[in-house]
Every structure is written in structure tokens, then in C-alpha cells.
């Protein structure tokens, strides 16, 4: 994508989905920032539609680590809203495995209602 972000997905027909993503036809994160080229791509082999969209979300977690958090979208974690992409990353930590130092940076990010809505979490 420009400006270093990063649309993380996986489909059968590779071709036709760069295509889509080129023409904005596609995911609404590539909608907004502009595809520019295929950095990678692996075959899963023969899997479920659940283990690979499971295996989408890891590869995104690796490279919000390496790049941002705020800069990658992908599997699981493909929605536009940052609150919520919070939200989901801190309330599935250990379904994710996201590990502390990715979980800090989540936490010190938040706003103040979002830390408010954390702690009646955290506590029950």
C-alpha cells in the first residue's frame, strides 16, 4: 500500500484480487490506501476457510509488530476504526497472541473512555 501501510489476505485466485485491490474494488482498507505491490505470498495448502483466515490474522499481528499497529489491517483485525481494532486486539489477547509489548503499546494508546470501558474488563 502507499505510505508504508499493509493489507494482510488470502484468497485462491491471487490475480484476480490484486486486480480488485488496484481498482479499490475490494477491502475498505486498500479503498483507502492505494495498492502499489505484492511484497509476498505463500500457499497455506489445503486448509479450512477458519485455520486460514487464523493464519491471516497471525501474519497481521507479525507485521503490525513490525510495522505499526496502526499502519496494517488484515484477517481478523480488518476494520477501519482504531477503537475497535483496539478493542478486539486487547479483549482476544491470548486467542492472538499478542505479546506485552505489543499489548502496552495498545493499552497506552487508548483514549481515556476506552481505558474506563478496559478497567470494568480487566476487573470482572
Given amino acids: ?70 499502519k496494517v489491517r488484515g484477517g481478523n483485525l480488518s476494520a477501519l476504526d482504531e477503537k475497535e481494532i483496539q478493542r478486539v486486539m486487547i479483549k482476544y489477547r491470548k486467542k492472538y497472541a499478542i505479546d506485552d509489548d505489543l499489548y502496552n503499546v495498545l493499552v497506552n494508546e487508548l483514549d481515556d473512555d476506552m481505558k474506563v470501558m478496559l478497567a470494568r474488563y480487566i476487573s470482572k
Avoid at 14 to 23: A, F, G, M, P, V
Avoid at 39 to 66: H, W
Wanted: with cysteine; glycine share 6%; hydrophobic share 35%.
Fill in 1 to 70: 500500500m502507499e505510505d508504508g501501510y499493509f493489507y494482510i489476505g488470502q484468497t485462491p485466485y491471487l490475480t484476480r484480487r490484486i486486480d480488485e485491490h488496484k481498482r479499490r474494488k475490494a477491502a475498505e482498507w486498500t479503498k483507502i490506501h492505494k495498492y502499489e505491490f505484492l511484497i509476498d505470498k505463500f500457499d497455506a495448502g489445503l486448509c479450512t476457510s477458519k485455520e486460514a483466515e487464523a493464519l491471516e490474522t497471525e501474519v497481521t499481528i507479525r507485521f503490525m509488530k513490525e510495522h505499526g499497529w496502526k
